[in-house]
């Protein structure tokens, strides 16, 4: 069965300065990843995914992530962040036999100004 | 609709009442997809439709849970004789093609109904 490891319940970064949120999976096959975003009360938010070609994948918001099939992670970045990115992120992974995602337990990034 | 939409966004029930939570997804989405995400957790599935037909409930809990989409469109989460276990956030996703193991396309997330049981 797959699963998601977001190993960071919380992170603080401060303005200005780049981001990294850390995610890794655990899939048969090739999986396809995904990064979504939850601001309080409100629903899941679609940032970016990985299907195949290129490790580096771009995505809403500025946002990025990085595959990397050898450490089997897919960390989301960004350059420099922004007070309005502080909320709950969550990985999720599907793999190609499946319909569903499975997501990790998210997140939560805080933006200090 | 221009969005998942989902009502109510709130709802208390006492133990042991029957309730229904109602998905309206994005107009001409074929897949919807039902999650459960208990507090401070990630969404975990239900259950899927491809247009009126569910393809998938191996994520329902148990018996109590069923799901419906007569028509293709709009689909209702019931909850029967629920229990204090069954408070949670609802959320309903739909995506534009059929969910075919292997397909690829983002899932569209309604802002969910939290429910509180008594």
């Known amino acids: 069965a797959q699963s998601v490891a977001q190993p960071e319940d919380q992170v603080n970064v401060a303005e200005g300065n780049p981001l990294t949120v850390k995610c890794t999976y655990s899939v048969s096959g090739n999986p396809y990843l995904f990064w979504y975003v939850q601001y309080p009360n409100r629903g899941l938010q679609f940032l970016l995914k990985y299907i195949t070609g290129d490790n580096l994948v771009k995505g809403s918001y500025g946002f990025e992530a990085e595959f990397n099939k050898s450490q089997t992670s897919f960390h989301l970045k960004k350059p420099s962040a922004l007070v309005s990115d502080s909320a709950l992120y969550f990985c999720?992974?599907?793999?190609?036999?499946?319909?569903?995602?499975?997501f990790g337990s998210g997140t939560q990034l805080t933006v200090l100004p | 609709g221009a969005g998942v939409s989902q009502s109510p966004r709130y709802k208390v029930a006492k133990r042991g009442q029957d309730v229904a939570l109602r998905c309206d997804p994005i107009?001409?989405?074929?897949?919807l997809f039902w999650y459960q995400q208990a507090l401070g957790q990630g969404p975990e599935f239900l259950t899927y439709f491809q247009n009126e037909a569910q393809l998938d409930k191996s994520g329902l809990p148990s018996d109590r849970f069923f799901a419906e989409r007569p028509e293709g469109s709009v689909s209702t989460l019931k909850i029967q004789r629920t229990q204090q276990e069954d408070s949670a956030v609802y959320l309903c996703?739909?995506?534009?093609?059929?969910?075919?193991?292997?397909?690829?396309?983002?899932?569209?997330f309604g802002d969910g109904t939290r429910l509180s049981i008594l």
């Open positions: 999720a992974v599907k793999p190609g036999s499946a319909r569903q995602l499975t």
């Open positions: 107009s001409g989405h074929v897949s």
């Open positions: 996703a739909s995506s534009q093609g059929t969910a075919r193991p292997g397909g690829n396309q983002p899932q569209h």
